[in-house]
């Protein structure tokens, strides 16, 4: 015996019920396929081909930046330090920077408005060769930093445009942490547990 089928009358697709049982519906299936799509693509953690993909993004990072400065903690901000990058072939003393500071700012160190002047030695502290150095000048307000951001300095007859160390700093901290992260994965991928420094 034939069980009778109603049909499908627009009054009773037209309840706000049954609109809301079809949407959830579309969305499930929609989730579900897009889940085993991404699945798909996607290779296992555990899986030779993300193992390899892990170690080669590695690889390409550490000769893309062989020298990352470390950090133990997020920088702290110097805005009133500016900084100076010299190529290690300028083997520039301190004399000579304040010599160039004195040019533009007479009197800069006895008026107080630069209050240090730090040597930072960047092949030392990220264990490399060929990196520019940086020289680290302190200045006592705003507007000393303004004019000696627009005037940069003069060494050796050449001009030197001064760039904020704030900005350099968190440069270096964003490369660090990117290394961080890709030297984590890789050690996950592994199967080794990350030390404190990674």
């Excluded at 133990?72 to 009133?80: C, G, I, N, S």
């Excluded at 000579?96 to 030392?124: C, D, K, W």
Aim: with cysteine; aromatic share 4%.
């Amino acid at each position: 015996m034939q069980q009778e089928v109603e049909p499908l009358s627009s009054s009773t697709l037209g309840t706000p019920s049954m609109h809301r049982e079809a949407g959830a519906l579309l969305a499930d299936l929609e989730t579900s396929e897009e889940t085993q799509a991404w699945s798909l693509c996607r290779p296992n953690k555990s899986s030779k081909q993300y193992l390899r993909q892990v170690v080669a993004e590695y690889e390409t990072l550490d000769r893309e930046l062989p020298c990352i400065r470390k950090f133990l903690t997020p920088p702290a901000a110097q805005p009133l330090c500016l900084c100076l990058e010299i190529s290690p072939e300028q083997d520039l003393t301190h004399l000579e920077v304040l010599e160039a500071l004195e040019a533009e700012l007479p009197g800069a160190m006895e008026s107080g408005s630069v209050s240090s002047i730090r040597f930072e030695n960047m092949n030392v502290i990220c264990g490399t060769a060929g990196r520019r150095n940086r020289w680290l000048i302190t200045v006592s307000d705003f507007q000393t930093r303004s004019r000696l951001l627009r005037t940069g300095l003069r060494l050796r007859g050449s001009a030197h445009p001064l760039l904020r160390h704030d900005e350099l700093l968190l440069s270096d901290y964003r490369l660090h942490l990117r290394r961080s992260l890709v030297r984590r994965r890789m050690l996950e991928a592994l199967g080794v547990e990350p030390t404190e420094e990674d």
